[in-house]
């Protein structure tokens, strides 16, 4: 079983679709959740962390269910922009140097 | 502020050959790191250094060395190339010490091709 997993679509969707993201981790004393986004032949750039409380910007919500091991991401009013690649990103024990990358699910918001 | 420079953007080796990858971050950042990405596999972790002077394996770091130049540089050598090290390659830089809730800045990338 991979550490950090995504399903890695593709999402095809139409612009003003909601769409929502899943991924799952197996370390259960991982400590700190990101979402990536990355453009096509591009590098990675943050998105947003993920709090345990669930956090919100602008039209994108992520959430943590430590519980179940797995974290979401929420877009709403989908745009043509927010096609890209969006990968999952675990850190694991506190003072380690354990980044997971999932391997990223993929988006196209269609016209 | 550049941010996170990578040298050079391209290249295709033959088996067999060297070369040196170049990583700079003008962030003032302590932690450097590089990984490579291959098609539906997410980023896997090569070397990095959590300060300057020091450098630790990742996850695949065979077939690869690194040096910590000082604080700004982190490079990546691939002594004698391989088919299987066709990869695309990211530097990425942290603020802190340990990945902790720091945010990564990468790089641009290097695609590499050996053939």
């Known amino acids: 079983r991979k550490e950090v997993e995504q399903d890695p679509g593709p999402f095809n969707v139409p612009e003003g679709a909601t769409v929502a993201f899943n991924c799952t981790y197996s370390n259960s004393a991982s400590q700190s959740f990101f979402w990536y986004r990355q453009d096509c032949r591009k590098e990675p750039k943050l998105l947003m962390s993920v709090y345990s409380s669930g956090n919100e910007d602008g039209r994108f919500t992520a959430q943590l269910n430590r519980a179940s091991q797995y974290i979401s991401l929420l877009i709403r009013d989908s745009k043509l922009s927010d096609s890209a690649t969006y990968l999952c990103?675990?850190?694991?024990?506190?003072?380690?140097?354990?980044?997971?990358f999932g391997a990223g699910t993929r988006l196209f918001v269609k016209a | 502020n550049a941010g996170v420079t990578q040298t050079p953007k391209f290249q295709v080796l033959k088996t067999g050959q060297s070369m040196t990858l170049q990583c700079a971050q003008d962030m003032n950042h302590n932690s450097m790191y590089w990984y490579r990405q291959d098609p539906g596999m997410g980023l896997r972790l090569i070397y990095y250094s959590a300060s300057e002077g020091t450098t630790d394996k990742g996850e695949v770091p065979n077939g690869y060395n690194v040096s910590r130049l000082n604080k700004r540089e982190f490079s990546l050598r691939l002594e004698s190339a391989a088919p299987s090290q066709t990869s695309v390659y990211f530097c990425?830089?942290?603020?802190?010490?340990?990945?902790?809730?720091?945010?990564?800045?990468f790089g641009p990338g290097t695609r590499l091709t050996v053939l």
């Open positions: 990103v675990v850190n694991g024990e506190t003072g380690g140097f354990k980044t997971i």
């Open positions: 990425a830089s942290l603020r802190s010490r340990h990945q902790s809730t720091d945010t990564q800045y």
